[in-house]
């Protein structure tokens, strides 16, 4: 039983694979964004939810950043989550110190590192580290994150920005900058295009959940659309309990 729910598991991270776009602008509005739940198998049932990674902070832009602004956004969306200004210090000195980009593993062992599981656990689901030299993509990142890379937006103004967001999507960061100059002023049209934006995205979180009889495996996976096919684009692979 515990083999063939394995096997369900491998099936379902291909399948939920083949959902994810592999061009264009990606969405919260796109169906590789809709929670699945007990889709029925054989003698069991498949769940799953997919997440797009570059929608979350990038811990790599932490590296290589001259005016310490991406140090600054870090800051402020860590401790808007708990954690403290020395967990932070910390956290931000092993990133000065890594000789290459972080791999997606980085948030699992940096938790360890600040010691604060709690906090860590609510800035988890909003991090992420892929190659410093790809956008966030703007259609995907959650207020939080957009509250620290613009923090002079106030509160009233990153509302009007959330919610053009969840209502239209963009289709490029020129565009909502263009919205923004005519609604918001040019302040916040400049903070927007400072920053590494785009919409397109490769790398996606999955949490997949396999149940066989009374037997229940969950796995989380990450995956890079633009890699090869089947078990190579899978990044990173946790059982979870």
Known sequence: AGDQ???????????????????GEVHRR??????????????????????????????NLLRGDPDQSYQAAFRRLAAAQGLSEAAQTRVLADIAAATQDLLPSAPLL?????????????LDPLIAAWPGSEAMNV??????????????LGGSGLDLLVRRL?????????????WLRQRLGEPAATALESLRLGVTSRRFALEVEARLDSLVLRRSVVVDTGGAAGPGAVLMSVPRP
Do not use: H, K
């Open 166 to 178: 969840e209502s239209e999507p963009v289709p490029s960061p020129e565009v909502l900058a263009v």
């Open 110 to 122: 940096l938790g360890a590192l600040a010691d604060e599981p709690e906090a860590w656990a609510a």
């Open 30 to 59: 796109q169906d590789w964004a809709r929670p699945r739940d007990a889709v029925p198998l054989d003698r069991g049932s498949l769940s799953w939810r997919a997440t797009d990674l570059q929608g979350r902070f990038n811990l």
């Open 5 to 23: 729910a394995a096997l369900y598991l491998d099936a379902g991270v291909e399948e939920v694979r083949r959902l994810l776009p592999e061009r």
């Open 139 to 152: 259609n995907t990142l959650p207020p939080p994150v957009l509250a620290a890379l613009m923090p002079d």
